[in-house]
């Protein structure tokens, strides 16, 4: 089946830097792309959807200054936290269709973002 | 806007039980997806089923099958033999008309047991 590939698994980083999040889909193209967010025992929330060759579009009350989204071609989308604090600790997942209604959406295995 | 709900508690099963999943849900798209997904403590989203909402049969994909009652709104999952590699969240999501961004719902901690 497709495989969407996400890197770093786990990052440590001060409160201050900024951290780049990549995701891949390895064996096919993802037009579209999407970026969630889950805190520890809660469900995943939608942060903003990855369009290849245009802006993201975010959800309500995700600041886009804040995450920046890069979806520079049809295998890649990076999604950037910008001076990280300590609340953006979490765990980010993306995942990705093949074509805009694919029925299997696959998810990265995720990023642990830890900000001391 | 869509919802979806789970609401039972953890729950722990027998090995090589059967055990049901109940998610309802609430939309007014008239096309809509339904999707099952396990995560283990590992933290990956692992796809396990999909139903259509005009699919005329219930999905099934080995040992899972969704139990889709339309005119209720409910998509429960069933997985049948529980083994325990099935210990894990499961979240049930949906898919709106047009769009491939998904809602999720609280998800299940299920505990298989030997």
């Known amino acids: 089946g497709a495989v969407v590939s996400q890197h770093p698994s786990r990052v440590i980083c001060k409160s201050g830097t900024s951290v780049k999040i990549e995701c891949r889909s390895l064996?096919?193209?993802?037009?579209?792309m999407f970026w969630y967010r889950q805190f520890p025992k809660q469900s995943l929330m939608l942060m903003a959807t990855?369009?290849?060759?245009?802006?993201?579009?975010?959800e309500q009350g995700v600041e886009k200054d804040k995450f920046l989204i890069n979806h520079a071609s049809l295998t890649l989308s990076t999604l950037t936290v910008t001076s990280a604090h300590p609340e953006d600790s979490s765990f980010y997942i993306c995942?990705?269709?093949?074509?805009?209604?694919?029925?299997?959406?696959?998810f990265g295995s995720g990023t642990q973002l830890s900000v001391l | 806007a869509q919802k979806i709900t789970q609401t039972q508690p953890g729950m722990f099963v027998q090995e090589k039980e059967a055990v049901t999943l109940d998610c309802t849900y609430d939309?007014?798209?008239?096309?809509?997806?339904l999707f099952w997904y396990k995560q283990p403590s590992s933290g990956e989203m692992i796809f396990l089923i999909y139903?259509?909402?005009?699919?005329?049969q219930n999905a099934t994909e080995g040992r899972y099958s969704l139990n889709f009652q339309k005119a209720r709104k409910s998509a429960n999952l069933v997985i049948s033999a529980s083994q325990l590699g099935d210990s894990a969240m499961y979240f049930c999501?949906?898919?709106?008309?047009?769009?491939?961004?998904?809602?999720f719902g609280k998800g299940n901690q299920v505990v298989v047991i030997p």
């Open positions: 999501a949906m898919r709106g008309n047009g769009n491939n961004r998904l809602a």
């Open positions: 939309t007014s798209d008239p096309s809509y997806g």
């Open positions: 995942s990705a269709s093949e074509g805009q209604y694919g029925e299997k959406l696959f």
């Open positions: 139903q259509g909402s005009y699919d005329q």
């Open positions: 064996d096919f193209q993802a037009t579209t």
């Open positions: 990855s369009n290849e060759g245009s802006k993201a579009t975010y």
